[in-house]
């Protein structure tokens, strides 16, 4: 049993991947071109002599040994549809029905690359299930049925590795820097930008650019999708921050219970106002432990809301699709990641990472046993407290500001300034006020009350604000 376990592990790892869309074929050709896989195949069918080391580095002194790896099967919806890129038809077979890869003990891991959150839930589920690895980059499908997935990972006896790295920020490793480099920290908080499509179109806004004229523009280069509800309305981060904050605290978040708000209210009016703050307006996701005094040992809250950002805070670098990451720990302060957030190679880099991993025998980082090694029952809250910058549109008439300031009265909201461009049009103008910090539950009140004045013309535009309204 030792000769046969040893010689399994020394074996090229065969791959099973569902999904044959732009992710997957970055992931086919650094697998099968930068990783050997092609190599490999011919080593296999007697077409060159297989060679003793499979990946090595030469970059240290100690050679970084891993199994090599290819895939051996892709499951794809059409058959006849034309890729973007090359299949080696004499190592890989492309299949339509996903049971030819779950079904084929042959296969050590299956990489699910898919999407959605239905077939995708079945073939992961039944992978782990039948004692095979599986790597995805499926962030829905995880946020949703997180403890599920984590619960088939602990019940399988063939201890099966579940490696999602790409599932969140594409090409920035903060899954793994998660599970593994704050072992003996405590995390405050972790919020970032991960979602490249509204960084991109907010970049534009902030140019001048209108809403659908950007929208169409990110459409046209790839960035955003037909139906780019996902994207706009905040629900790829909100998925993101669920996995993040189950990481970094070890509560499983239920996905609708996060307040979610997307860039479709913003407009470069907003950004004008910003400006003159010395800010700009990022959307950002938040996971962090409520504080009254500083000690970080409240309720949870996770949330997803545009934030006015300072110009020397590092969200405010994140440029284009760019994606950053803070994390604020007691051992290191604040910690932040960035890099690009999506993309075909930036992405398949990520799960191509986790596949290596998982590969590993000696001399290279393994993937961690319990892909979510924290546990907590920590409360969740999610009627945070933080400053707000609140847009008002409204027609000019007598008395605004005197009623605006009797109505945060009401709601126990203190207003810190008040900010207004000169008027150009009496029916349609707007200015906002900046608060002090209060509930989230407490602006929003306001916000409705605001909302059914006579000199309203809509609902005014809440969101966090990150200044420190005091230095």
């Known amino acids: 049993m030792a000769l046969a376990a040893a010689a399994a592990a020394t074996r090229p790892l065969r791959i099973g991947m569902v999904g044959g869309g732009t992710v997957g074929g970055g992931v086919y050709e650094i697998v099968m071109d ?24 030469t970059s240290t002194s100690t050679p970084r040994k891993t199994r090599g790896c290819i895939i051996t099967k892709i499951c794809v919806r059409d058959l006849t549809k034309p890729r973007s890129f090359h299949i080696n038809e004499a190592a890989t077979e492309l299949v339509s029905d996903v049971n030819s890869i779950l079904q084929d003990d042959s296969i050590d891991m299956v990489v699910e690359v898919m999407g959605g959150t239905t077939l995708a839930r079945t073939v992961v589920l039944e992978a782990l299930k039948s004692g095979k690895s599986v790597v995805t980059a499926n962030k829905a499908l995880i946020a949703e049925h997180l403890d599920e997935i984590h619960n088939a990972v602990k019940g399988s006896s063939s201890n099966p590795k579940f490696s999602f790295e790409a599932a969140v920020c594409g090409g920035i490793p903060i899954i793994e820097t998660l599970q593994s480099c704050y072992a003996g920290d ?4 972790v919020m970032g930008i991960a979602n490249g499509t509204t960084n991109y179109m907010l970049g534009k806004m902030e140019m001048g650019a209108d809403y659908n004229e950007v929208l169409k523009e990110a459409q046209d280069l790839g960035y955003a999708e037909a139906d780019p509800t996902a994207d706009v309305e905040g629900h790829d981060v909100r998925a993101k921050i669920a996995i993040l904050a189950k990481l970094a605290f070890g509560t499983t ?112 980082p393994s993937v961690v046993s319990d892909p979510f090694p924290l546990s907590s029952n920590i409360a969740l809250d999610n009627d945070y407290s933080s400053a707000f910058f609140l847009r008002i549109s409204f027609q000019d008439g007598l008395g605004i500001i005197r009623a605006i300031g009797e109505l945060a009265e009401r709601h126990g909201v203190s207003i810190n300034s008040v900010l207004q461009n000169p008027i150009k049009d009496q029916l349609a103008a707007d200015f906002v006020v900046t608060t002090e910090e209060c509930k989230l539950s407490q602006i929003k009140a306001m916000c409705n009350d605001i909302e059914l004045q006579e000199f309203s013309t809509g609902v005014p535009l809440c969101m966090p604000l990150m200044l420190n309204l005091h230095e």
């Open 34 to 57: 930068r990783l050997g896989g092609t190599a490999l195949h011919a080593a296999e069918s007697g077409s060159v002599p297989p060679s003793t080391s499979t990946s090595t580095s």
């Open 186 to 189: 405590v995390v405050h908080e």
């Open 253 to 364: 978040v239920p996905v609708d219970s996060i307040p979610c708000m997307g860039i479709t209210g913003i407009t470069p009016v907003d950004f004008e106002y910003a400006k003159l703050m010395g800010c700009t307006i990022k959307l950002v996701g938040t996971a962090g432990r409520l504080s009254q005094y500083g000690e970080h040992d409240g309720a949870l809250s996770v949330y997803v809301s545009p934030k006015v950002v300072p110009n020397d805070h590092l969200l405010a670098s994140a440029r284009g699709a760019g994606n950053a990451i803070a994390v604020n720990s007691a051992n290191l302060g604040t910690a932040s990641y960035t890099g690009p957030g999506a993309g075909r190679f930036p992405t398949a880099n990520s799960v191509v990472a986790d596949i290596c991993r998982v590969a590993a025998t000696t001399g290279a």
